[in-house]
């Protein structure tokens, strides 16, 4: 018999009991807390129109997508066929995209402001690498139709309070606005196209430090003075002088965001300005955030406001603000011992039957069992009775019955 | 400003907030409850290698399957260009194939046998029609590496007690055996490659009555008295004349099966032979399976021993049995008031800020009520906060408070 590959597909994977057990008292904590804090949960189709996708801001996600054959008539291949020709649809690669369509198509049914919970599966070609596959999980929530930083503050609270939730403590929440960065950027005479590349180079400062930014800005040949003025300029703005650097309403809002955060957090965990933040995507408008671990030095969290995505969908502009816990590291951290699973699974019990056993004996005393509390296996008895009754002892079981000829009960200790 | 579409695919549909509370709440009694009886949850990708599902016993599957672009160099588009020549992998279209690839990759981790909870989204490329989706919940356990009917017995009991908590009650399970009725069929002097237009044909008999059935047949071009002495048969057959059918091993299996079960039922839910059930999977092997609505006239459940499938993956041939709940009709159901939600949700408390409140003064009220079990919105009060407290009121909201200028806080009644 010839035998197919039992492999699945490359760069993704098969979850196992064990994780899988972690993964779902992971999602159920995260879904408790943020329903208790008013957040409401939707789900959209893993499917998109390819329109949407390709003309969405998506960065280096739209060299990564998934992307799904037109079919029937509709398929004409040529030689000189491209992606678009051939496909018509493709896989989500975020939840923020498909979530601005959603609402922009859902407006006038949903609570205005609207706060959505989203826990769903993205897909990204990425390369097969570590640590990072090519179909994974992501929890988001967003506050949509709110313009003032109230959200912000929302938010970061509710974030936080979910990775308290689940075990975390020692954690920073940092803040910036992008605003405020770019402005300062412009006043140290760098042109307005010379953002990005700046940006880039500025959040790297946590790794390769103000040398090693002001290095890269000079070898790309931005003017030494100037770029000594700027990364210096950039480290030495605190929150405290802030307003001396912008007496905009961004600077006050971002104030305000960062002082009633840390008067929320209660000394349970730190909230800082950090003028280098930047987060990666291009759709990002205002404030953006990061929750950091202490002494692991990546990140748990992200996110920001694009009061701009949703107005490409809606016939008018919506605000909106949307915070990402990063579910797969979150499960990679449980799995690694890093903070304890709360693992108050019930306790478990083996009903062992030998093949002369009266099946419907065993159920019965399985159903009084699981009343009583507990999770039950119901297991066919080998032959060497004992040796697999020690195998349930060691794996934990609570305890066990055998139904049929031998007939015995055991708690184990 | 263009506006794009902010439809979904067509076909699939994006789920809002009431509907995706009933789901949520179903997904986690159907979980609780196998897990109970010693299920065990697993997951696989939605992707799978295209070898894999075009090689499947999918039948009318494989015609609606979503495929996947080759990526990179890989993608060579001609005018000669087929499927399987533009992709490499595909969308599933169920979970029992993704398990049996699972269960052969994983086997040698697993407990043995080994029962498998899964929950998960398959796609096919259906006709789009009222109440059919291209993207939907499949819901299933199945027991792998069991030989004998105790797992049959096992899934048609945890099957039933997932419906009797979800809130079920007038339901009835249809069991027969695919080998018995061939075996009939082949008895009454029709050959082997007439069974499967035969079997169509009987399958029919509820919908079409057992004339109905017979002007099929006949109609086919099969010979009148055969065709009645045939269906008048299928329909006389009842449990107690089955070993004079049959004095096989599986008529023995299929009465223990049917009366364990109507003992396991205590008249909760009926139990019957089913001589005309046929299940429409290629790959069933042996008994099979179908919980229908009384009143109805719908499966909300089905399912059957398919002992061939995991050896095309294994080493060697594994039994295996599944019992799939139909998650998607039941959430209908439920939509529809057919049985009552399981509605525990917490009372729901709205805390109205005005633009002077204290966000963090807020939010600390909101976190007192949410450690006392309420669920808590923040609410932006409007200029015309009489009229929007109204609305909270009238949405089932148990109270509310204001903070800012106007502070109060009212328990509706």
């Known amino acids: 018999m010839a ?25 159920r904590t995260i879904s408790d807390i943020y329903a208790a804090h008013g957040f409401t949960r939707v789900e959209t189709p893993a499917l998109e129109n390819i329109d949407l996708l390709l003309g969405s801001e998506g ?26 020709d051939l496909c018509d649809i493709g896989l989500r690669y975020d939840l923020t995209l498909p979530l601005s369509r959603f609402y922009a198509g859902h407006a006038e049914t949903l609570d205005m402001p609207f706060k959505a919970l989203q826990i769903g599966n993205v897909f990204r070609a990425e390369r097969p690498q570590k640590g990072r596959f090519r179909s994974f999980k992501q929890c988001d929530i967003d506050i949509i139709g709110e313009p003032s930083v109230s959200a912000e503050i929302e938010l970061i609270h ?59 800005l000079t070898d790309r040949g931005y003017d030494e003075d100037k770029v000594t ?61 990061e929750i950091t671990l202490d002494g692991v030095g990546y990140s748990v969290a992200g996110g920001g406001r694009y009061d701009n995505m949703i107005g490409k969908y809606a016939k008018k502009s ?33 009903l062992f039957y030998e093949s002369d056993a009266d099946m419907a004996e065993v159920i019965a005393a399985s159903e009084k069992l699981i009343a009583d509390g507990y999770h039950v296996s119901l297991v066919k008895a080998k032959k060497k009775l004992g040796k697999q009754i020690g195998q349930y002892e060691n794996a934990g079981y609570a305890g066990m019955m055998v139904f049929g000829r ?8």
């Open 406 to 413: 031998d007939e015995q009960v055991k708690l184990f200790d």
């Open 229 to 289: 003025a700027l990364v210096d300029g950039v480290g030495a703005v605190t929150v405290d002088t802030l307003e001396s650097v912008s007496h905009s309403d961004a600077a006050a809002d971002l104030i305000n965001v960062i002082n009633t955060s840390k008067t929320l957090a209660k000394g349970r965990y730190a909230v800082e300005f950090d003028f280098h933040l930047i987060r990666g995507m291009g759709y990002y408008t205002g404030q953006v955030f």
């Open 318 to 350: 919506v605000p909106a603000v949307g915070f990402s816990i990063g579910f797969e590291r979150i499960v990679g951290l449980i799995m690694d011992g890093f903070i304890p699973s709360d693992e108050t699974t019930r306790r478990k019990v083996a």
């Open 158 to 216: 509710t974030t936080a309070a979910a990775l308290l939730a689940i075990g975390f403590h020692d954690f920073t929440v940092h803040i910036n606005d992008r605003r405020l960065l770019s402005d300062f950027i412009l006043s140290h005479g760098f042109s307005a196209e010379d953002i990005g590349a700046v940006c880039i180079a500025l959040d790297k400062a946590d790794k390769i430090g103000a040398d090693g930014v002001k290095a890269e």
């Open 3 to 27: 035998t197919i590959s039992a492999k699945p597909v490359r760069g993704t994977r098969d979850i196992l009991p064990d994780e899988m057990a972690v993964r779902e008292r992971l999602e």
């Open 59 to 84: 960065g280096e996600n739209l060299k990564m997508l998934f992307t799904v054959l037109k079919r029937g008539s509709k398929f004409k291949p040529t030689a000189e066929s491209g992606v678009t």
